[in-house]
């Protein structure tokens, strides 16, 4: 009897989770109808259709970050990093290839060429990093897309008839007929054909959703998510500790890396400033996850789009948006993870429960 | 060794006692209440501002430098300790150490915009606190400010290890960076003790960013934001928790700056730095002087 009652209980849950993945499409895809219908009745000014891409990528991003920060349980503070390797990547594939490939299928090998590029650096810094623990592994991942970004921002990258050249100190000579700059210093890459727009970013977040969501109810999510709440535990009941912190890293940059592709393909002028991939970019990323709820999906997708609006809902108080912007960050936070105010809020819905019992 | 060379290490070891006076007060409260102040590099910013303030009032008189630095060293005192009151302390206890670290960034968000409006974008040139041309020794010129700068990072670092180890405030400090629950127990009010220890980091803060605006003086709202990361990785790199690792850390972080700065490539130089931090914490994942605590069931 107390069997069946778990049974049903736990079948409950996986229906709610279920009906929970299952809303995150269709906010996701009302999201999309009700802009497309905006813009088509000429209903949003030509800013805020440019804020549309841009949003959607710190989304993906965001849903990126929440596997690393939420299900596997390690805070990454360098997946800008990733996502500047999947957009120089993709977008040097983009320029090579600009002639050869009709638009969108040089776009969708594009986008491969700098996911994979970015689930292999992914891979690489996961081996050494995945090591440290806490704060140590966060300060590291830090420190590994802060190098990535200065390396771009100093590289120089062309080809001609004779090879490959490259170059971190000067501007690499190349043949005048022949030769092609690919990535011309702290200049970046330039005349990127601009072929990401806000339906196929909705189409890859959409994608990207399916991946984390199916990965957390499969074997392998709860793997990774018994080594998040308990290490040792894991390990002794034989999980592969650090095959599956790899695994969950590697997808996780991954996917930072398909933001990047779309980052890449929305400007025309790609470089690698700090403004672009600096650590800022990462810890704006890391905000996203951590308002939208750790370990909860659509949360960072919610978070992404409204705390990525607010800055400019808020351009009628001009230079006052930035200031109001951080105080509602931090009150939020107060008011989301206090324990004071989490007991306070508590009491107060235990109140309105009991009054609506009576 | 040539004399470049020579002129190269010092302005390193001065930028490295600069990281280091910051990566003190990042390790003391990062040992002590547990979390990463990202605003801490704000504090310096604010610290630099009000020296500038001051000295402007004072047009640049002896007196307005000394007035500005032990004013700026009030103030960031005060905006510590009221951060950590307002914004920090309520957090002490959440589910997630990550809250807090979001809460930090805003407080980082908050200062860096009350500047930009108060103060405007535009960089303000800095004229030094330290009005010593410096000395010339066989054609090694040294500036007054990197002398300055190097003595009072070692006579804080002295002072700070006086006082942990010789006062009861201090002894607190480490009761509580070690067992918060049995400091508790043991009657140290270990929220006064947190107090206390923002107020020096802040105030660590405040001598930090007068020296490092008056050996590169231009001062914009995000002036603090790089140094407070590096030293951050000073911390970390020489142990984060110990007072002289941090020193150690600072020193060697600085060094390899300017040296990669001057040798390699002024643009790879932070790339460098970070390279440094990474191979240290691989070789030794507690960093130089870090102690290791192994993990039990």
């Known amino acids: 009897m107390k069997d069946e009652n778990k049974k049903s209980k736990m079948l409950s849950i996986v229906k709610e989770k279920k009906a929970s993945d299952i809303s995150t499409y269709i906010i996701v895809a009302t999201a999309w109808a009700v802009f497309e219908i905006l813009i088509a009745n000429g209903m949003i000014s030509s800013h805020m259709k440019g804020l549309l891409v841009p949003m959607v990528y710190y989304a993906i991003a965001a849903v990126g970050l929440n596997l690393c920060v939420g299900i596997l349980g390690e805070l990454s503070i360098g997946h800008a990093g990733f996502m500047c390797v999947g957009a120089f990547t993709s977008v040097m594939f983009s320029n090579i290839f600009a002639e050869t490939f009709p638009a969108p299928v040089r776009f969708f090998l594009a986008m491969m060429c700098g996911i994979a590029f970015a689930a292999l650096f992914g891979f690489l810094i996961g081996i050494p990093v995945l090591r440290l623990n806490g704060d140590y592994l966060a300060i590291v991942t830090l420190a590994f897309g802060e190098i990535i970004k200065n390396v771009i921002n100093a590289l120089y990258l062309g080809y001609d008839k004779e090879g490959v050249h490259a170059s971190l100190s000067a501007p690499v000579v190349l043949d005048a007929e022949t030769g092609k700059m690919l990535i011309n210093g702290p200049l970046g890459v330039t005349g990127t054909p601009r072929d990401a727009n806000f339906s196929v970013s909705i189409v890859v977040l959409l994608i990207s959703l399916f991946i984390v969501q199916n990965l957390m109810k499969s074997r392998d999510g709860r793997a990774i998510m018994a080594i998040r709440d308990n290490r040792i535990a894991a390990e002794s009941i034989g999980i592969n500790v650090t095959k599956f912190k790899i695994y969950a890293f590697t997808i996780s940059a991954a996917i930072a890396g398909a933001a990047g592709v779309l980052f890449g393909h929305s400007i025309s002028t790609l470089q690698s400033t700090s403004g672009n991939f600096g650590y800022n970019i990462s810890i704006l990323i890391l905000v996203y996850v951590v308002l939208g709820g750790i370990g909860n999906i659509k949360g960072s997708i919610i978070a992404a789009a409204v705390l990525y609006l607010l800055p400019e809902l808020l351009r009628g108080l001009s230079s006052y948006r930035m200031l109001i912007y951080s105080i509602v960050l931090i009150v939020m936070m107060l008011f989301n993870w206090a324990p004071s105010v989490r007991d306070f809020r508590s009491s107060m819905w235990m109140k309105i429960r009991r009054r609506k019992e009576n | ?297």
């Open chain 2, 1 to 297: 060794m040539s004399m470049n060379f020579l002129t190269y290490l010092i302005s390193g070891i001065s930028l490295g006692s600069i990281y280091a006076i910051i990566a003190l007060g990042y390790t003391m409260v990062y040992g002590i209440a547990k979390m990463l102040n990202f605003a801490h590099g704000d504090f310096i910013m604010v610290g630099c501002y009000v020296v500038f303030t001051i000295m402007g009032m004072f047009n640049g008189s002896a007196v307005g430098k000394i007035a500005g630095v032990f004013v700026a060293i009030i103030v960031c005192t005060l905006v510590g300790v009221i951060t950590e009151k307002i914004a920090y302390k309520p957090l002490r206890g959440a589910s997630s150490p990550l809250a807090v670290l979001i809460t930090a960034i805003g407080v980082s968000y908050l200062l860096e915009n009350a500047a930009l409006l108060i103060f405007g974008s535009d960089p303000k040139s800095f004229t030094s606190v330290v009005p010593w041309e410096g000395v010339a020794v066989k054609g090694l010129k040294i500036q007054g400010v990197t002398i300055v700068t190097i003595v009072v990072s070692v006579i804080v670092l002295v002072v700070l290890q006086l006082f942990v180890h010789k006062t009861r405030e201090g002894q607190a400090m480490l009761c509580v960076a070690q067992d918060k629950g049995a400091a508790m127990l043991m009657g140290i009010n270990v929220n006064k003790t947190i107090t206390i220890t923002f107020a020096i980091g802040s105030a660590l803060a405040a001598i930090a960013g007068a020296l490092q605006c008056s050996a590169y003086p231009a001062l914009t709202p995000y002036t603090g934001a790089m140094p407070g990361i590096k030293a951050f990785v000073a911390a970390v790199l020489g142990g984060i928790g110990s007072i002289p690792g941090a020193m150690i850390g600072g020193i060697v972080l600085g060094v390899i700056e300017i040296l990669s700065r001057s040798y390699i490539s002024s643009q790879l130089a932070d790339a460098i730095v970070f390279g440094v931090l990474i191979i240290v914490l691989l070789v030794k994942p507690t960093g130089i002087l870090g102690k290791n605590i192994q993990e039990k069931v």
